[in-house]
């Protein structure tokens, strides 16, 4: 029941493309185990062209609709753990080849923090530094709904994996944070990704020694990594210039930590003043406010599915009383916080 007012409070996920590269994966992986992908296809309405065509990515809805059929006809609940373990760097293109030619970790982490919204924007990464640990965040950019604990799987088994390939057995101490309650198939993730996984953290995070930043990479080569980065560059220029200023807004209010930045700070962020970004929502016939209480409701969602208390919650939306938070919840949902909690 909660998983679907979710959906149903979505703010816009047509405007959040997905690498097709990853759905053609997923269709290699479970026709490898006997399912038959014509007829996956089929059930969530997608043809074989728009599949593997020259279209760099699918919508949101489409991506959702072929992970949650695939998930229920092969009937495993870790698909997204699989999925995520299958993707090579390579797989992830010219940010792929970008990180495998680069000099240390740290420097292909810093290139997957700018460029990872070249591959997905349903989640934003960051680098938090430090001088005994390290963790890397992938915030979400919008509620995904059913699909939520899948994809997540999926990017951070590809992330753990990668980095595994990267370093070898020089991979260790690390730890993986994920935002929601343990699944029944817990014992997976461990036995799947070889290393400790925390649940109910607030944020999907890669935790590790910060001495691993350093670890040099035997295939670094810095004019592929120079070439590699400057063509994710142009794509990432090419791909703000499309995004309308009403999904820019939003996305960096989902990714902002702790209180919400007003129109001005935004504004500053985007380098221009308030007044031109309020004329720029304007014309799409939406207003900050608007945005800010969409992304306040996707973040209470979010907190409260990860056992967060309502206390808690109230402090990082930036309400001095739980009391007003708990009725702008209700107003925007129809429940109270305590509906949504596990």
Known sequence: MTRDRFVQLDPGPARSPVSVNYVRNLLELIGDVGVDTQRLLDQVGLSEDEVYNQEPALRFEQFSRVMLGAREMTGDPALGLLLGQQLTLTAH???????????????????????????????????????????????????????????????????????????????????????????????????????????????AALRL????????????????????????????????????????VRARLMQAEGMLPSLEQLAGSFHVTSRTLRRYLNALGVSYRSLLEEVRMAKAMRYLQANITVQQVANKLGYADPSNFARAFRKWTGHPPSHFQP
Request: aromatic share 10%.
């Open 93 to 203: 293109g010219l940010l792929g080849y970008a990180a495998i030619s680069s000099d240390n970790l740290g420097d292909a982490l810093r290139l997957l923090e700018r460029y990872f919204r070249t591959r997905t924007r349903l989640c934003i990464p960051r680098l938090e530094p430090g001088s005994q640990w390290v963790r890397f965040c992938l915030a979400e950019s919008m509620p995904l709904g059913p699909i939520r604990e899948t994809y997540l799987e999926v990017v951070t088994a590809a992330l753990v994996g990668g980095i595994r390939y990267l370093l070898g057995d020089r991979f260790r101490d690390a730890t993986l944070e994920l935002p929601y309650p343990a699944p029944h198939y817990a014992e997976r993730y461990r036995a799947l990704l070889d290393m400790p996984v925390q649940f109910n953290a607030e944020v």
């Open 209 to 248: 020694p910060a001495s691993l930043l350093d670890e040099p990479f035997t295939l670094a080569d810095r004019a592929s990594r120079q070439m590699a980065a400057q063509k994710c560059e142009e794509e990432l220029q090419k791909l703000e210039a499309d995004q309308d200023w009403a999904s820019r």
